[in-house]
């Protein structure tokens, strides 16, 4: 279990030791959002590998939304995959998969309230980890408030990408975003680097579904 350990330490950079947990999970998590970008369904296999090494990083820096987070990553990777090679009837792409769309008005207000309501449960679950488990997670949780939003939003964020929503990719750039702070304050400072490149990958990829999402328009005109 030596490769999991944050402290097996692959190479130091500017004084910054880089563990090879945190840089396989680095070069995967990327990979996969890369491959998301272009609706590539290689995105989620890859995704499942980084999802294993991202839960052992987080736990070992207190992270436990991050870490708990992992857990439904590894499912949603799976029904993606599936979701995304298997389209309904009239569904399907010029590639013979999922094509992507726009959210409704009551799935946006849906996005919204539970957005709102599930980080404030979820910080007070992680604020309360260490008096309730304290053999298991015997230090106290860190930024709890921001690690929560990430992991709630991170949530919605995947559900609606399994399903193709543009949508998920503007809830991805907040989340990147927030992560690039929480992730250097924590000292795991590649994934840090690896969020803010994934802010511009997540950028681009909105645009680049909603190009393909026009394209349906132009073929069927």
């Known amino acids: 279990m030596g490769f ?4 097996n330490i692959a190479f130091t950079v500017l004084g910054y030791a880089v563990s090879y947990l945190e840089l396989f999970g680095l070069i995967t998590g990327t990979i ?10 290689w995105s989620w296999i890859i995704g499942i590998v980084n999802v294993i090494l991202s839960f052992f990083l987080f736990y070992q820096v207190q992270l436990y939304p991050d870490m708990f987070l992992q857990v439904f990553f590894f499912v949603t990777n799976i029904l993606g995959w599936w979701r ?6 009239g569904e399907a792409d010029l590639h013979r998969e999922l094509k ?6 009551r799935q946006l207000i849906v996005t919204v309230s539970v957005g709102l309501l599930g980080t404030i449960a979820m910080t007070l679950f992680a604020k309360n980890l260490n ?10 949780s860190a930024s709890p408030f921001l690690d929560s939003f990430i992991t709630v939003m991170s949530i919605l964020a995947t559900l609606y990408m399994v399903q ?22 924590r000292d795991i400072k590649f994934y840090s680097i690896q969020y803010f490149v994934l802010t511009i990958i997540a950028a681009f990829a909105v645009w680049n579904w909603m190009k393909e999402y026009r394209g349906y328009r132009n073929i069927t005109a």
């Open 164 to 185: 193709k929503k543009i949508e998920c990719w503007i809830i991805w750039v907040l989340i990147d975003v927030v992560a690039t702070y929480v992730y250097y304050i």
């Open 100 to 105: 992507v769309s726009w959210m409704d008005r």
């Open 131 to 140: 008096a309730w488990l304290p053999t298991i997670f015997s230090k106290p």
């Open 84 to 89: 995304w090679a298997n389209p309904g009837e």
């Open 4 to 7: 999991f350990r944050i402290d």
């Open 32 to 41: 996969a959002v890369i491959l998301s970008a272009y609706a590539n369904l």
